[in-house]
């Protein structure tokens, strides 16, 4: 499994491809003007570029989670609630973070953050699925935007600060809420009551999304009860009770609004156990004895029919730890059962890289793609093992339509970098270290990488025409930027 931001030794960046320089130039941002004449009202078009700006900062600031299979998922399961949601009007972007807490958020724009922590206390996906819906709500009744337009009208030209600390929140939180505390011009209990309110709202759809995706709907109140009797005696609550309240009143409503619809008994999903033990094998900072005392305690409870997730974690973690060999063990049945499972496939591509058993992997990678031939776990693992196998051409090929079908994704174009650094295209190397710059809001590091791409390109090539043209939409880029910033 390639990660770029567990990359087992130093990346060497590499080059943009000619024909992934397009996608790229479809992408740039150009934010709104929100200067001294700024209006009370932010469009459904400011709220993505604004979106836009916000995860380009979470990139250089927040420990996103960079797996390519836990992406996947999460991705799958968002947008399976977004196409049974009304009122859908902004592209919808899902991402995890590395951290403990129990949270999920949603910005501008239609991009919600998920915690992995969240993982460990939602015990069906139909409850982590409750979650998105209520996040998903919050965009489609643009609750960030309506809260900002209803301070704005008592003060107009509080509209640049707010979205200004809101971009602070992003980059240094406690700079960035210290700000929404100086520009926010209503009292604390307009804002209690506006967030109540919205919440409550929420749900309702939340719960309705949940009901026409498929899941359960008595999911919702199950899992926010669940959270408030576990911390209702406590001082130190969860950011996502900080953000989102919990009164009875609202758990009462939501489950009379549950029980409108039918109750759905649905099986364990075994994506979203899968998902879970992953989780906890690498993304909660567990070491390795708590991870497998972690998995060790849940099969002495779990269900024969339930073990193989579990097993799977425990793979992984001796995996993670170099114990190839015990990993096998764990990994290649649940592999020879499912050969199509993505997990599994993941997990014995990274051993059959440390075996250098290239032939192996690409030939497994490759049958699999017959049959999911979209997939980006597969996509990215079948490109990195080809890299290793010093069959460049081939990666590269893959590596090109893949960039400009999702040049959001930082992992392409780190392997897309190995891909042209170890063929020693220095050119290349230095634009596709621009582009990763500049999805991090690195500016000046993307234009001094571009600048030197162009002079090391050949004097007159296409290539030089391309690196030009894409340092100036990186300029224009930085200048909206400094604008932004320089507005509050």
């Given at each position: 499994m390639?990660q ?5 030794r ?6 943009l ?7 790229v130039?479809s992408n740039?941002i150009?934010?709104?003007d ?5 209006a009370?009202?932010?469009t459904?078009d400011?709220?993505?570029q604004?979106?836009?700006m916000y995860?380009?900062?979470m ?6 989670i ?9 991705q799958?399961?968002?947008h399976?609630?977004?196409a049974?949601?009304?009122?859908v009007?902004?592209?919808?972007n899902f991402?995890?973070?590395q951290n403990y807490d129990?949270?999920?958020f949603?910005?501008?724009g239609g991009?919600?953050g998920?915690?992995s922590g969240?993982f460990?206390?939602a015990?069906?996906e139909?409850?982590?699925a ?7 709500a919050h965009v489609t009744?643009r609750?960030?935007?309506r809260?900002?337009?209803d301070q704005?009208k008592?003060?107009p030209a509080t509209?640049?600060?707010?979205i200004g600390?809101l971009?602070?929140?992003v980059?240094?939180p ?7 505390h100086?520009t926010?011009?209503v009292s604390?209990q ?10 409550k709202e929420a749900d309702r759809i939340?719960i309705a999304?949940?009901?026409k995706a498929?899941f359960?709907p008595?999911?919702?109140p199950?899992f926010f009860?669940r959270?408030?009797?576990k911390?209702?005696?406590t001082?130190?609550?969860p950011?996502?009770?900080?953000s989102?309240?919990l009164?009875e ?16 008994r649905?099986p364990?999903s075994?994506r979203y156990l899968l ?7 690498r993304?909660?900072?567990?070491s390795?004895?708590?991870a497998l005392n ?8 779990a269900?024969v ?6 097993n ?6 001796y995996?993670?730890n170099g114990?190839y060999?015990k990993?096998?063990?764990?990994l ?5 059962a499912?050969?199509?499972?993505l ?16 032939d192996k992997?690409i030939?497994?990678l ?6 999911q031939?979209?997939s ?5 693992n079948?490109?990195n ?6 069959r460049?051409?081939h ?7 893949y960039?400009?079908q999702h040049?959001?994704d930082t ?5 897309l970098?190995q891909?042209?650094?170890?063929q ?9 270290m ?5 999805l991090r ?6 234009i001094?990488n571009y600048?030197?791409?162009?002079q ?10 391309r ?5 100036d ?5 930085q200048?909206?930027f400094e604008?932004?910033?320089s507005?509050f």
């Amino acid at each position: 499994m390639f990660q770029l931001a567990k990359a087992p030794r130093s990346i060497l960046l590499a080059a943009l491809l000619t024909t992934s320089l397009s996608a790229v130039a479809s992408n740039a941002i150009l934010l709104p003007d929100i200067g001294t004449t700024a209006a009370s009202t932010l469009t459904i078009d400011k709220e993505i570029q604004y979106g836009d700006m916000y995860m380009r900062m979470m990139r250089a600031s927040r420990p996103i989670i960079n797996d390519p299979v836990l992406s996947e998922y999460i991705q799958d399961l968002g947008h399976k609630l977004v196409a049974n949601a009304d009122g859908v009007k902004t592209p919808f972007n899902f991402f995890l973070i590395q951290n403990y807490d129990i949270n999920a958020f949603a910005l501008f724009g239609g991009n919600i953050g998920v915690h992995s922590g969240l993982f460990l206390h939602a015990k069906t996906e139909s409850e982590l699925a409750s979650v998105l819906a209520h996040e998903i709500a919050h965009v489609t009744q643009r609750h960030l935007a309506r809260t900002l337009e209803d301070q704005a009208k008592k003060n107009p030209a509080t509209m640049a600060a707010l979205i200004g600390s809101l971009l602070l929140v992003v980059a240094a939180p406690e700079a960035g809420m210290a700000a929404l505390h100086t520009t926010t011009a209503v009292s604390m209990q307009g804002m209690l009551n506006h967030t109540r309110s919205n919440e409550k709202e929420a749900d309702r759809i939340g719960i309705a999304t949940l009901a026409k995706a498929g899941f359960n709907p008595q999911a919702m109140p199950h899992f926010f009860g669940r959270l408030a009797d576990k911390y209702r005696y406590t001082t130190t609550l969860p950011p996502m009770l900080l953000s989102h309240p919990l009164p009875e009143s609202r758990i009462t409503d939501s489950r009379m609004r549950a029980n409108n619809y039918s109750t759905v008994r649905l099986p364990p999903s075994e994506r979203y156990l899968l998902a879970k033990s992953r989780i906890v094998a690498r993304n909660l900072g567990f070491s390795q004895t708590s991870a497998l005392n972690w998995f060790n305690t849940e099969l002495k409870k779990a269900p024969v029919n339930r073990r193989k997730e579990l097993n799977y974690g425990k793979g992984l973690v001796y995996l993670d730890n170099g114990q190839y060999a015990k990993a096998q063990q764990f990994l290649m049945p649940l592999l020879t059962a499912e050969p199509n499972n993505l997990f599994y496939i993941d997990a014995m591509t990274d051993i059959d890289l440390y075996q250098k058993h290239y032939d192996k992997a690409i030939t497994r990678l490759e049958k699999a793609l017959q049959y999911q031939p979209e997939s980006t776990v597969l996509q990215l693992n079948l490109a990195n093992v080809l890299l290793e196998a010093k069959r460049y051409k081939h990666s590269l090929n893959i590596l090109t339509r893949y960039t400009y079908q999702h040049a959001n994704d930082t992992n392409g174009w780190a392997l897309l970098a190995q891909n042209y650094a170890k063929q020693n295209q220095r050119a290349g190397e230095l634009a596709a270290m621009g582009e990763l710059a500049a999805l991090r809001a690195q500016w000046k590091l993307a234009i001094s990488n571009y600048t030197q791409a162009a002079q090391q390109a050949p004097l007159g090539s296409l290539d030089q025409a391309r690196y030009d043209a894409r340092l100036d939409q990186l300029r224009i880029q930085q200048m909206q930027f400094e604008a932004l910033r320089s507005s509050f």
